[in-house]
């Protein structure tokens, strides 16, 4: 009897090695909170994975920053200190000057403009410049349009941002600051409520869903709504840790990553009317930008707006961006 039960239990410890055989745990550093959209929509693509893997791959999500800054990401995924990453596109500027043409000032008109503009040309473009640098892109995740927030004044005009000290997120997002009157002020996402809350700065400029994660409108008093610019992401993979897996889980990880993709596209508009309302239900004084108020914010940055396209000339023309002023 003994031997008997000694031999299935040996058996079953056998079968449930073999199911493990291949499985793997993958870390996925993320800097926004659990509550923010594009975190919930991490949670959508490690539950994918899972699925699309049938259990070989566990994506484990960090929020908050709890592995690294968006600051400190690019580094780390390029180092293998993590295995995915979400990466704000614009962190690559300094290696890939392309990426930041999401912060070209007014080029977008919508978000289906930056579908296009990935989908048509630039998404390849954006992968084969990655390569060299030991990264590969996995799916890209949309932000949606980024504001200006403000502790001064209301902001309605170019004349309204002389003197003011702005937080801003990119080089080119700086540019466009600076050339509407404002003091540009870069820091990462994450040291916005504390800059504020000690008045190092005088506004931000971030997204109405990130600015409610974050708490912000316990230490703001004005928001101008005018979609200025996008902040888009992507999730990168360590290139070597990439190219050890098998086919089956680059498959499962790029259709979990498309799934992802358009789940987050659709939960922006319904993210940025609720965040909206909360701000508001706060106190914060919003004003939206005219069409007449968008012209001359336009013609502000044209020139930050033409230095750019002429000197990333392929990517522009591979559609989406509007590089005139607008009408």
Known sequence: MKRTVLLVLCVSFWTLGISQVGAETVRLTNQFPPSHFISKGMKFFADKVREYSKDQLTVKVFDSAQLFKDTEVVEAIQGGLVELA???????????????????????????????????GAGKLFDEAFAPKGVKIVFWVDYGFVQFFNNVRPIKTPADF????????????????????????????????MALQRHTVDGVTTGMPAAISRKLQEVLKYLTICNYATAEFFVQANSKWWDKLSQEKKNALLKAGEETEEVIRKAIDDEEMAALDKLKKAGLQVYEITPQDRQRRSSSNRTVRTQFASSTEPWVNTGGVDRKDPE
């Open 86 to 120: 979400l990466v704000p596109v614009n962190k690559w500027s300094g290696m890939v000057p392309a990426a930041d043409v999401f912060e070209t000032p007014f080029a977008f008109k919508d978000l289906q403009s930056i579908k296009a503009f990935v989908q048509t």
């Open 162 to 193: 002389k003197g003011l000290k702005i937080r801003t997120f990119s080089a080119l997002t700086a540019e466009t600051v600076k050339a509407l009157g404002g003091s540009p002020v870069e820091m990462s996402s994450s040291e916005m409520y």
